[in-house]
């Protein structure tokens, strides 16, 4: 009986030697990642997915810091050209000279009582700003999300009288001329994207967002603001083919495919905080961001207002992939303290 | 004597004369800066300069006509802009409205306009927003209004009523994504609408607007357009009229908007609900009260548009129209806000 059973267990010992069932073991363990790194990167491939890796840490570790001026102004009754053209200087924005140049506001919405738009005297500041520093033409554009007419917007907001006194044209982005422009991030099913020839064939494009919280997507500053340079006529009214693409990806995919050189300029003199992007609440912060990275630009707003940047879906992706710099370590702030603005900002409320 | 850039070089004379009379009286005021002035008006005056000017509908009217004859691209279409390319929505609207004029010689201006949906017809049935665009969305719906009138174009309006047809916005089947979006924006989302494209979300414009090319197309009584009508209620706002399709946004409100209102309005007219329904009610006094508001070309003409269909009294909205017609004979020097002008002076 003994025997038999020795002679069964020296069978199997001859069958997988302890070293062999190591071996099987460790080839079933790395075929077991192999496909759940397979499966979970299925949606965009394995290789797509290791050259975003690759990028992003390429530039964590190896891109230049990028430079975000702060400004201080107390009230839109201040001196706000000089507060800009201090931020544009110390954010070393880009040269105006003999430039086309596009400012986008953010002109949402307009409903009474709420401060959803970037105040016309900051947009006004930069016109004079880029008159100062040459600039060949100046353009303010922007294509609402919720009515199909800008013009009652542009008068419920001040933008009317003030366009009129500076004598700038404005261009409805919703129903401009278009350019198929291709997507070269690869991260939404897109493979290209209309936007509108204004953007297109300007030198520089200008992102002049109001400092808001966003209930979808934490906080609404410089690259949120970019969804107004996507046609209405042809993604509709609220612009609904980019929320069922990604807000995060799709955000992404903007900055980075946009045609043209960009920089922000941020009306944080008086913000709105709570229920964002419409029915939330005045809420003073007195400063002006100016830089022309705009993840960055993003990520210093969102420290301003008591945001994590590393927890906002928008902002982590796109630093993840490469786009921009968030990690305060790649920020270099300069201009007025970043303290001395600091507030955290009411939350907006969040679908259960 | 007041010139307008597009004064007409070789057809409608008369036309042209009318116009130069219409707009003598305007030099009082100086012509240059009417337009713009008139906008600053109270609604009482708009009546008093409409007059003044010698504009009443009719003459107006040829002056919007004439302008879009000019506005016309050499490919047949119109853009936005006098200049712009083409795109479909403005060229269809342009068209319906050239359709009222039945006093004018318009038969190659129609045709050109038809030849130019025609051409850029997709395979799939629908159409693209301008020829540039090759994946067929929401101007499937200004195309097949357009063509349901014009000549030799029964093939593409079938076609095109097919796309519309299979086409729907997204619908949660999620039982529990469903109850979030009902909790989130008070919406029934397994309603079929209309999306701006195909694989969006169903919203009010494009689904009032899909709703009148199938009627337009003989399609009244499909279930399709019936559901169109359940849907725009299910998304009207509780104050009255419609905005672009969320009445509501976690715990607020969203006010509506005279454009979705109107095209709401004429669809839901098409249908041939009853005036004294309580929700068409509501939204029939929202539009006349955003109306009394509105000082926009756009939203006045919207506004028009989407009354029009209803024996409603409009006041002087018409007038405030006309008083904000421009020296060219355009509203905003825009073909398609001209075009619904002009066509909801005529409905």
């Known amino acids: 009986m003994r025997d038999q059973i020795r002679n069964q267990k020296s069978k199997i010992e001859n069958k997988i030697s302890r070293r062999a069932f190591l071996r099987l073991a460790l080839l079933a363990a790395i075929g077991a990642v192999g496909a759940y790194i397979f499966k979970s990167t299925e949606p965009v491939g394995l290789g797509k997915m290791l050259r975003w890796l690759w990028r992003g840490q390429t530039a964590r570790w190896f891109a230049p810091k990028s430079r975000v001026a702060l400004a201080a102004c107390e009230s839109y009754d201040a001196n706000i050209l000089a507060a800009l053209r201090r931020a544009w200087r110390d954010a070393r924005a880009p040269d105006l000279n003999n430039a086309r140049i596009v400012l986008k506001p953010n002109l949402v919405d307009f409903i009474a009582g709420y401060p959803t738009f970037t105040h016309p005297r900051v947009t006004q500041a930069m016109i004079h700003l880029a008159r100062e520093l040459g600039a060949r033409d100046i353009i303010v554009a922007d294509g609402p999300a919720f009515r199909r007419d800008a013009r009652a917007i542009l008068d419920a907001t001040g933008y009317t009288e003030m366009l009129a006194r500076e004598k700038i044209a404005f261009v409805d982005l919703n129903y401009d001329d278009l350019v198929a422009v291709p997507l070269v991030g690869g991260y939404t099913r897109l493979k290209s994207l209309f936007i509108a020839r204004t953007i297109a064939d300007a030198d520089v494009f200008v992102s002049m967002p109001k400092l808001k919280t966003h209930h979808w997507t934490q906080m609404s500053a410089s690259v949120k603001n970019l969804f107004g340079i996507v046609p209405g006529i042809k993604y509709g009214w609220p612009k609904n083919t980019l929320h069922t693409t990604g807000i995060p990806v799709f955000l992404t995919e903007l900055v980075e495919s946009l045609p043209t050189r960009a920089c922000a300029a941020v009306d944080g003199i008086v913000g709105l905080e709570g229920d964002g992007p419409i029915f939330g609440s005045a809420v003073p912060s007195g400063v002006l961001a100016v830089g022309t990275d705009l993840l960055a630009v993003d990520a210093t707003c969102a420290r301003l207002i008591g945001l994590d940047p590393a927890r906002m879906d928008y902002l982590d992706f796109a630093s993840w992939v490469g786009v921009g710099a968030i990690v305060e370590s790649k920020i270099e702030l300069v201009g007025d303290a970043l303290a001395q603005f600091a507030r955290a900002y009411e939350r907006p409320p969040r679908p259960e | ?347």
């Not at chain 2, 009294?313 to 355009?330: C, H, K, M, P, Y």
């Open chain 2, 1 to 347: 004597m007041f010139c307008s850039p597009f004064a007409p070089s070789g057809f409608g004379a008369s036309i042209a004369n009318s116009k130069i009379l219409s707009i003598d009286a305007l030099s009082v005021v100086g012509a240059k800066h009417f337009a713009q002035f008139s906008e600053m008006l109270r609604p009482y005056d708009y009546f008093l300069l409409t007059i003044a000017r010698g504009r009443g509908t009719l003459p107006a009217m040829n002056t919007a006509r004439d302008f879009l004859l000019h506005a016309q691209n050499a490919d047949g279409g119109w853009g936005y802009r006098v200049g712009a390319m083409s795109f479909v929505e403005p060229t269809a609207a342009a068209l319906i409205a050239l359709q009222n004029e039945k006093t004018f010689a318009l038969s190659g201006v129609e045709e050109r306009a038809r030849d130019f949906l025609i051409a850029h017809h997709h395979a799939d049935g629908g159409w693209g927003i301008a020829p540039l665009d090759a994946e067929s969305g929401w101007m499937t719906a200004w195309a097949v209004l357009a063509l349901a009138r014009a000549a030799n174009a029964s093939a593409a309006i079938t076609r095109g009523a097919q796309w519309l047809l299979a086409t729907e916005g997204l619908r949660l089947t999620d039982p529990g994504a469903r109850a979030t979006t009902r909790q989130i924006y008070q919406i029934d989302s397994t309603l079929r609408g209309w999306p701006w494209q195909p694989g969006d979300a169903a919203w009010v414009h494009p689904t009032a607007l899909a709703m009148l090319a199938l009627i337009a197309a003989g399609q009244r009584e499909h279930t399709r357009v019936r559901e169109g009508a359940h849907y725009l209620f299910d998304r009207a706002v509780a104050t009255g009229g419609w905005n672009i399709g969320n009445p509501w946004m976690i715990g607020k409100a969203i006010p509506a908007t005279i454009h979705d209102t109107a095209i709401a309005l004429r669809a839901l007219h098409a249908v041939g609900v009853a005036a004294n329904e309580p929700r068409l009610a509501t939204a029939l006094e929202f539009l006349r009260d955003a109306a009394t508001r509105a000082h926009t070309a756009s939203e006045l003409a919207w506004a028009m548009w989407g009354l029009g269909d209803w024996s409603v009294e409009i006041g002087d909205l018409r007038a405030r129209l006309n008083a904000l017609q421009n020296e060219d004979g355009s509203w905003q020097g825009n073909p398609f806000t001209t075009a619904i002008a002009l066509a909801s002076n005529n409905s």
